[in-house]
């Protein structure tokens, strides 16, 4: 397969980033050539049938790799990559990706764009559009060696559609001796919500250094979101002062989310969080600052008191599923 979509996935079904990753590698691919997967875990036969919903999946099914650490990824990525001739290497752009794809490039000695929102065609040559600066600017960027490695934002392109024939479904041998052994997983802990993850929510609820306190942030920001059956997300502010896990900050240095509908509540939206949200389709802004930049790119804003005004549409919400 001459371009490969590594595929992201809970071990039970495949994360849309994944999709929209492979509708972008279609648009690319060359006229006839239909981009695959590669599927990577242990026990992961149902992630392979849904895949191959989509397009031809090449499975690399071992208990070695259960768990999704650097070194044993890329080591297979590199091996399959080499084996087919793969000439580019897709991924969303995840944290799973952020993790594994450089090092796999490094090893394949390819050129690696991240974080890619566009493409285009200049003279036979495709150009990648990558955001820069926390959003600042958008770089315009050549891949000039092979494979050209590239990890794409959702906003870039529409998910991949189903085919009508399932394609095919190949194993890959997976010699465990061969696999790195360098580091070893001790224990995951997971905070389970119920909340889906903010990445992938079409409604996201976010709090700001606004939201004093854990239990706030739960009954107000928490609150909404599952109102809305959204996600609850934070600014970095939240994430440092130890009032929200790491895996909730939206930003630059956190999540991209492009939701329908982004709340930010007590959010004063600066650079390195627009960067992570702007995208989203519907902004709604509350803020006690009339100022506050977050009004410059919110659809919809309300100056206010969050601890006033949040209680109060979660109030007339409840109100409304009762009548
Ligand atoms: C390299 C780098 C990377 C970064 N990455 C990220 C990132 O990924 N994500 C991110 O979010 N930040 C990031 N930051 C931090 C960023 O610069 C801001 O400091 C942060 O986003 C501020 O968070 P905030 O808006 O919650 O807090 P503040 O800027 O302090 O804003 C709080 C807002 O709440 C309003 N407010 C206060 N009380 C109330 C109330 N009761 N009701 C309503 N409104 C109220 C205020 O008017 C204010 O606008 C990064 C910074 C750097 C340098």
New binding site residues.
């Given amino acids: 397969m001459q371009t490969l979509v590594i595929a992201e996935h809970d071990g039970d079904s495949l994360r849309k980033g994944s999709l929209h990753a492979l509708g972008f590698a279609q648009r690319i691919a060359d006229e006839g050539v239909e981009p695959g997967w590669l599927v990577m875990g242990s026990g992961v036969g149902k992630v392979a049938r849904e895949a191959a919903r989509y397009a031809p999946a090449l499975v690399a099914d071992t208990p070695q790799l259960d768990i999704p650490t650097a070194d044993r990824y890329a080591r297979v990525i590199v091996d399959v990559a080499r084996a087919g001739g793969c000439q580019r290497l897709l991924a969303a752009s995840s944290t799973f990706a952020k993790d594994i794809l450089p090092r796999a490039c490094a090893m394949l000695g390819g050129a690696m764009a991240s974080d890619v929102v566009g493409c285009a065609e200049r003279d036979g040559q495709l150009v990648f559009q990558r955001p820069m600066y926390a959003g600042s600017v958008t770089a315009s960027v050549r891949l000039l060696a092979a494979p050209m490695v590239i990890t794409v934002r959702g906003t870039a392109c529409p998910a991949a559609e189903m085919v009508v024939a399932p394609r095919t479904i190949t194993a890959i041998a997976v010699e465990a001796a061969s696999l790195p052994a360098d580091i070893a997983v001790l224990q995951r802990d997971c905070r389970a919500t119920g909340r889906p993850d903010v990445a992938e929510a079409r409604v996201v609820v976010s709090g700001?250094?606004?939201v004093r306190s854990s239990d706030d942030f739960q009954r107000l920001v928490g609150g909404l979101a599952d109102r809305l059956g959204g996600a609850a997300g934070s600014?970095?502010?939240?994430v440092d002062a130890g009032i929200t896990p790491n895996e909730l900050?939206?930003?630059?240095?956190?999540k991209i989310v492009s939701p329908e509908l982004y709340f930010a509540l007590?959010?004063?939206?600066?650079v390195?969080?627009l960067a992570?949200m702007r995208n989203s389709k519907t902004i709604v802004a509350?803020?006690?600052?009339p100022n506050?930049p977050i009004f410059e790119v919110a659809d919809y804003g309300l100056v206010?008191?969050?601890?006033e005004i949040v209680p109060e549409l979660i109030e007339r919400l409840d109100a409304e599923r009762h009548d």
């Avoid at 509350?286 to 600052?289: G, K, T």
């Fill in positions: 700001g250094r606004a600014s970095r502010a939240l900050q939206v930003g630059q240095t956190g007590g959010i004063s939206g600066a390195q969080h992570g509350i803020n006690s600052d506050a206010g008191d969050i601890y």
